[in-house]
């Protein structure tokens, strides 16, 4: 009788505290401030990669990323247009960021919104196949197309043959590397051990 | 060397990739046309007769396709074996003994399929702007043999691209992905919307595998008697190995954009199909 009791008055207790405000006050804080700085970390590490720099650099960049052998540059290379903003449309996506927290009788919901490859795959068609994406073919490989169609393009050329094989001289051939994959499995991993984080 | 993994992977999605097209999107033609005497250099003891198609149909799964062309010479039918007569299904065309009358008039009725299928032999770049391609055309009719051997289009071409052993299960388990292309070269918006359309429902989908030795057709381009005896059917091939199914995890299709097709050297409509495969196995056993 004794032991129904002292259950029945633990369970009122742990079902009040999610509506106390110092609590909701302070797992907001906290996850809040956990996600925050996962999320800048995140961002920090995509902002320092050789192919992030390499491409927001532009057209007139050298190939840092070691993708193409040192010849030619990412951006060229892909077929971007000349004022094409590639990174800003990707960094959009990336800094997508939501938290609602559902607050239920002794139990507290997080939901957190973090970017998917799914979404980042929609935000970077390739100029000239708008069906595939960049960061894909960064990490799965890219055929020399763009910077072919982007030569044809400057010199208004149809004929070809000569230009592909200066360009081929110039351009190196594309070596497939890891990029948002890796940082996004981290992110995701940092935000499943939210989970585990106590409130102390 | 002996066959392994890729050669196996290809050559079955080979086969499931022309069965898939045909039969989902019946992207197959009957003909009846004339045939025409031509010599080819590398088949001396044989009398060729082309027809103006090349890549006929030969698997008898694809329902309302002529398997076994109907050939009619000066003397009436020709039945296959008569005077020695084979079908070369790769060059459409029709092989006789040395002895057969070059003058005799051969006409027949056979189908031939909306896209060849060729495993591609260079990059995706290359295969787009080297525009070396003969057009067989699906829409004209034309008065003359189709050349042997030399790709032509409308054609899909399948490239093998990355491949990775992501780990699975304990015991070496491991789940191997990889990437394959198909550049696909159509000659109008129908025709490539049509195949795109296809191969975008083929996503989560599993196909059978086909053992290297299993490939259909022989040296002369005819079903190979000894492994069909009766005739080739995809789906009894794939369905042979039920315990070894490779599956289609996503498929993303894309055309070449407008612009780009402007400054491109050939006169096609270009798109492309990523397929991402998946197999479970034991790669180091």
Redesign the interface.
Known sequence: MAKNFSQQIQRQIEGQYTKERVYRKAVKEKVSQELLSLRENFLAEFEKHPITREIEAGPSASNSSGTLSGKGNLFSFI?FPAKAKPIAALRKVLEKHAIRFNHGRGRTTVIIDAPTMDEIIAATP???????SWVRGIE??L???GR??NT??RTGS???GGI?VKNKLRGGKFR?TSYLSPLLNKYYKGIEKLKRTSLK | MKPVYQHELLNSFYLWFDNYLMKKGQAYKTFTTDFYYYSDERIQDKVVFGSPYKQWVYDKGITGATINPTVSGDDGAIAEGTSGMTFDFDNGRLLFDSDFNTGTSISGQYTVKDFNIYVANQ???GL????KYKTNSRYTRSLTYVAPYEQATPAAFLAL??TINNPLALGGEDNTVT?ITAVIFAENLYQLDGALSVFADSTRISFGNVAFTGSPLGEYGDIKDAAYPTGYDYNNSAASSDSEKYYINNV??????D??DK???IDLFVG?V?FEIYKYRFPRS
């Open positions: 077929g390739l100029p000239w196949a708008t069906g595939r799965h490989g055929s020399g197309l072919y169609l044809r393009r149809r004929s070809g592909q497939n | 990059n995706e770049e787009i702007t080297e525009g691209g990355n990437d993303n299709v894309s055309k070449i954009s612009s780009a400054v491109l050297p492309f990523d």
